[in-house]
């Protein structure tokens, strides 16, 4: 089970969703009183639903991550998809897809993957 820090406030878990300020972990309400919200999952991640954030990052590879609005940096591979209507999204190898509206998609492996921006 991956450690999510939120805010500096670290939780265990691995299905994250949040709405507004409210932040859900594996069922379990933890919201934080704070408007502006980073997440940091340390490990690999099943699941990661995000409505608004500053920034997300995954130290380990992620199944599918959805946010409308934040960046998504994830450090290891994706085994499914990524989407984000406002931000960039940097990532290693890519098994699904990989969707933004409005920023930049980065593949950091060295595979000669191709990467395409949805619209």
């Known amino acids: 089970?991956?450690?999510?820090?939120?805010?500096?406030?670290?939780?265990?878990g691995k299905s994250v969703s949040v709405s507004g300020n409210k932040v859900i972990i594996d069922g379990e309400?933890?919201?934080?009183?704070?408007?502006?919200i980073n997440i940091v999952?340390?490990?690999n991640i099943d699941k990661l639903d995000v409505k608004s954030c500053e920034k997300i990052t995954i130290t380990g590879d992620?199944?599918?991550?959805?946010?409308q609005s934040g960046d998504v940096e994830i450090k290891g591979n994706v085994t499914g998809d990524v989407k984000t209507m406002s931000g960039d999204v940097t990532?290693?190898?890519?098994?699904?897809?990989?969707?933004?509206?409005?920023?930049?998609?980065?593949?950091?492996?060295?595979?000669?993957?191709t990467i395409r921006k949805d619209y």
């Not at 089970?1 to 265990?12: A, Q, R």
């Not at 309400?29 to 502006?36: H, L, M, R, S």
């Open 1 to 12: 089970m991956s450690s999510i820090s939120i805010n500096g406030v670290t939780y265990s």
């Open 29 to 36: 309400n933890v919201t934080v009183d704070n408007k502006e």
């Open 41 to 43: 999952v340390n490990g």
């Open 62 to 67: 992620a199944g599918k991550v959805e946010t």
């Open 91 to 113: 990532c290693g190898d890519i098994a699904g897809n990989v969707k933004t509206m409005s920023g930049d998609i980065t593949k950091t492996s060295s595979s000669k993957q």
